[in-house]
């Protein structure tokens, strides 16, 4: 198992190593760099350029030397100082405004996930054992329109009947009160009564497919002759079931986080930009608009480190309960 | 049969062709079988043509506006017309509006009028125009005679701006960027793909590695990211073809994976054999026997990869970074949809979002249709 463990992580390490690669070629994308685009602004505004500042900032970020260098200059600030650079636009450190706003990220998303299997195992579980039935007919056309209608539409028409028929506009997670105030019962039930829309737009799609997926996997299982086995010993039907198939059954489904995460991280951009969330994707689409280049980068780096941590620990948890994958192949 | 086949193959092929099905009819016959895929079938056939007729389909140029019709609602079009004598005779119209004025908002609103009978004409005389770029033509499928009236099916939009014939001219781009997409794609799928399972080797690592890294990023991110470059004084079709390379960019993975996996799983097979020691080149092999066995697979994979592309053409271009104004798409005609203010007066904006999910379910269970006929397993 520490074998296993001591692998992935190397290899996260490696991972998180190339998405860094990646956020930093987004940042070097637009024409012009930061420096540039910071003394126009200065001047735009009419502010003297200081010669000192300038040149301050040029040899902090390494400008005008080759992509290597700036790179190295980037990738350490934020290794060794946790220091993602200054974003232009608001005249900050990209560290003060996003740890906030990454962490409703990581609430909304967590919970869509919690969500997701939730509704998903029961569902699932009844469609396989009862196929063919009304339900599992309902399960499967209702897992198709899941899956067909985009995320950022969903939430539309959520807005546009909600509006219809409760005359409330949905959006954002909390009332204007309670935005910086500490948690207490009162704010739980205020980010409740918000956060159900996003919840529920985020994890519409990926329930549909874990269902779809663990219908499948049961259905292989229950075909196989430890379970007619376990009947004709007389277990009863509910403890054949629950015990054995659908604990097998469990762990493609596992895995599946893997590829599920990234689509949610993905989504809950566009979805957060509809609903007017404050997380990290309107963050993002107003960086990358204004070209506001290391905030852009950042949040696409720390997006994909998320993703990154996510999948490792679904593999880790994958690896714990099937004992296969632990000592299994090499 | 067998031994009439073994013995005179190239000569008596001809002969024998008629009692034969080609690969092509027995997947047509699998696949007709699978009434869902068909229905399917037709409905994405269906909106192709109306992307290929869109000047003749859409009764109004896209880009023509009207100050007086802003927000006006949808008319609907009526086939028959009702007489005072409760019978009925075959009239096209549509309804006029009457103005009302919303005191609470203190502005004009448009109520469709029964009173008003406006009526249309099929085949209608238009101004001249080429049909799909380059087939003159001066008619219409639908008008109306009486040249100021408003015609408007299917609503209008802010700018008074006709809603149905913007929707078609945008089926034709959303369409269209979802199948260049997964042509570009499909180019580099099988290129890379093919190269790594037919060589195998530290290419197909390392190609296999490339490929998880790009399917563990969250795409939006990493696309708006690459969108946000594109210089704001690009062309129309210069930005068309950007947001293609940029699809495309992630998107050759899942084939390229598709092309290996078969490519792997063949480059064992007796017939491949046979072929390297008959001496045919490498070359000949991919292209004259493996290629033709797994092209239904890859079509199929292809098919299933479209809604994928029109999806996210549709959320850049929703979000602001895609597609920009002059060119209408889905996505940019769903951006005018984003207020919810401007939901609640005019809700039939949200119409591009239908077809997006109409084409998507129809492209999937087309695709699966597809992908189950191609399996020379499948029962």
């Known amino acids: 198992m520490l074998g296993f463990i001591g692998k992935r992580l190397i290899a996260m390490v490696l991972t998180l190593w190339a998405v860094s690669f990646v956020a930093f070629a987004i940042i070097q994308l637009p024409p012009g760099d930061y420096l540039t685009t910071y003394i126009a602004t200065l001047a735009a505004n009419g502010d003297r350029v200081d ?12 400008f005008g030397e080759s992509y290597f260098v700036q790179y190295w200059k980037w990738i350490s600030g934020i290794v060794l100082r946790g220091d993602f650079g200054q974003s232009f636009e608001w005249k900050a450190p990209v560290t003060t405004l996003i740890w906030g706003r990454l962490g409703n990220s990581i609430l909304v998303e967590g919970l869509a996930v919690i969500v997701m299997w939730l509704v998903a195992l029961p569902i699932g579980i009844y469609a396989a054992v009862r196929k063919y039935s009304l339900g599992d007919y309902l399960a499967t056309i209702g897992g198709f329109i899941g899956l067909a209608i985009p995320n950022f539409f969903f939430a539309l028409i959520l807005m546009y009947l909600s509006f219809i028929w409760f005359g409330e506009t949905i959006g954002g997670l909390f009332s204007p009160g309670m935005e910086n105030a500490r948690w207490s019962p009162a704010r739980v039930w205020d980010f409740l009564s918000h956060a159900w829309a996003p919840i529920l737009v985020l994890s519409l799609a990926g329930t549909a497919e874990l269902i779809r997926i663990l219908r499948a996997n049961l259905l292989d299982e229950l075909k196989k002759p430890y379970v007619t086995t376990a009947r004709a010993k007389g277990l009863s039907e509910f403890r054949t079931i629950m015990k054995y198939p659908v604990r097998v059954a469990l762990n493609p489904l596992v895995s599946t986080i893997g590829w599920l995460l990234p689509a949610l991280v993905s989504s809950s951009v566009i979805v957060s930009v509809v609903l007017n969330l404050p997380t990290a994707g309107p963050l993002l689409l107003r960086s990358l608009t204004s070209q506001d280049m290391f905030l852009a980068g950042a949040i696409i780096m720390l997006l994909g480190m998320l993703t990154v941590i996510g999948t490792l620990i679904s593999d880790l948890l994958l690896a714990w309960i099937d004992p296969r994958i632990r000592y299994g192949s090499k | 049969m067998a031994v009439e086949t073994m013995t005179d193959i190239p000569v008596a092929a001809p002969t024998t062709r008629a009692r034969r099905e080609s690969q092509t009819a027995l997947m047509w016959r699998r696949f007709k079988r699978h009434k869902l895929a068909l229905v399917s079938l037709w409905i994405v056939a269906l909106f192709y043509l109306v992307a290929i007729l869109a000047e003749f389909l859409a009764p109004h140029d896209p880009g023509a506006y009207s100050a007086r019709y802003t927000y006006a609602p949808p008319q609907g079009l009526q086939l028959f017309s009702t007489d005072e004598n409760g019978g009925w005779r075959f009239f096209p119209h549509v309804n006029g509006y009457s103005t009302e004025v919303d005191r ?15 009526p249309v004409q099929f085949f209608a005389p238009s101004d001249p125009y080429l049909l799909a770029g380059f087939i003159p033509m001066s008619v219409k499928l639908m008008g109306v005679s009486e040249a100021r009236a408003p015609f408007y099916i299917l609503g209008a939009d802010r700018l008074g701006r006709d809603l149905l014939s913007r929707l078609i001219h945008g089926t034709r781009i959303s369409l269209s960027i979802g ?36 399917r563990s990023m969250p795409t939006i991110p990493l696309w708006l990211g690459l969108a946000a470059a594109m210089p704001k004084d690009w062309t129309a079709l210069q930005t068309y073809f950007a947001i293609t390379i940029i699809l495309s960019l992630i998107g050759w993975t899942e084939l390229a994976r598709v092309v290996r996996g078969r490519f792997l799983s063949l480059r064992t097979e007796d017939f491949v054999t046979a072929a390297q020691l008959d001496g045919a080149s490498d070359w000949r092999i991919i292209t004259r026997h493996m290629v033709p066995s797994f092209m239904s697979h890859i079509i199929a994979a292809a098919t299933l990869a479209i809604p994928g592309m029109i999806l996210a053409e549709t959320a850049l271009s929703f979000l602001g970074l895609g597609l920009q104004a002059p060119i209408v798409s889905w996505g940019t005609l769903l951006q005018d949809a984003q207020n919810i203010r401007t939901l609640a007066s005019a809700p039939w904006l949200l119409a591009p979002g239908v077809c997006v999910v109409i084409i998507i379910l129809s492209m999937n269970f087309f695709g699966d249709g597809l992908r189950d006929a191609a399996d020379p397993h499948g029962r």
């Open chain 2, 179 to 214: 199948l260049a997409g997964v042509t570009l794609s499909l180019f580099f799928g099988i290129i890379i793909g093919g190269f790594a399972g037919y060589y195998g080797g530290w290419f197909d690592s390392a190609v296999m590695r490339v490929i998880e890294f790009i």
């Open chain 1, 51 to 62: 010669p000192a500042t300038i040149e301050a900032l040029r040899r902090q970020y390494g």
């Open chain 2, 104 to 118: 609470q908002a203190m502005r004009r609103i448009f109520v469709v009028d029964p009173e008003i009978e406006i």
